[in-house]
C-alpha cells in the first residue's frame, strides 16, 4: 500500500485558513485518485473532496464548495487541501486517502473505496 503522511493541521480563527499537504510514498501506481476525509471521534469519516491521478477532475462534499480547493502535485507525489473561509464546524481529524479510479461519482464520497490512509492531522476552528 502507499504510504501517506498528512501534515498542516493546527488551530485558526473562524474565517481563516489552512492548507493540508499529503506526502505519499511507496508503490504510486496504486495512487490513482487521492481524497480528504474527516472524522470526529467514534464516528465515520466523512468525504471532503477527491480528486483524480491526473488533477482534472474535483469532487467536494457540500460543506466544502467554495471554501475548499484539492490540489496535486505529482512531481512531488503530495496532495493538498486549501481551506479558506473556515467555520468552528469544520474541526476534525483529517484524513488523506488513495484509491482506484473511480467511474461513479458517488464511488469517491465512500471511505471504503479507498485502499490507503493516512494517520490524520487535527484541525481545530476557534470561534
Known amino acids: 500500500q502507499v504510504q501517506l503522511v498528512e501534515s498542516g493541521g493546527g488551530l485558526v480563527q473562524a474565517g481563516g485558513s489552512l492548507r493540508l499537504s499529503c506526502a505519499a510514498s511507496g508503490r504510486a501506481s496504486s495512487t490513482l485518485t487521492m481524497g480528504w476525509f474527516r472524522r470526529a471521534p467514534g464516528k465515520e469519516r466523512e468525504f471532503v473532496a477527491t480528486i483524480t491521478r491526473s488533477g482534472d477532475n474535483t469532487y467536494y462534499a457540500d460543506s466544502a464548495k467554495g471554501r475548499f480547493t484539492i490540489s496535486r502535485d505529482n512531481d512531488k507525489n503530495t496532495v493538498y487541501l486549501q481551506m479558506n473561509s473556515m467555520k468552528p464546524e469544520d474541526t476534525d481529524v483529517y484524513y488523506c486517502?488513495?484509491?482506484?479510479?473511480?467511474?461513479?461519482?458517488?464511488?469517491?464520497?465512500?471511505?471504503?473505496?479507498?485502499?490507503?490512509w493516512g494517520q490524520g492531522t487535527q484541525v481545530t476552528v476557534s470561534s
Open positions: 486517502a488513495a484509491g482506484p479510479p473511480f467511474f461513479r461519482m458517488q464511488d469517491v464520497e465512500v471511505s471504503g473505496s479507498y485502499t490507503s
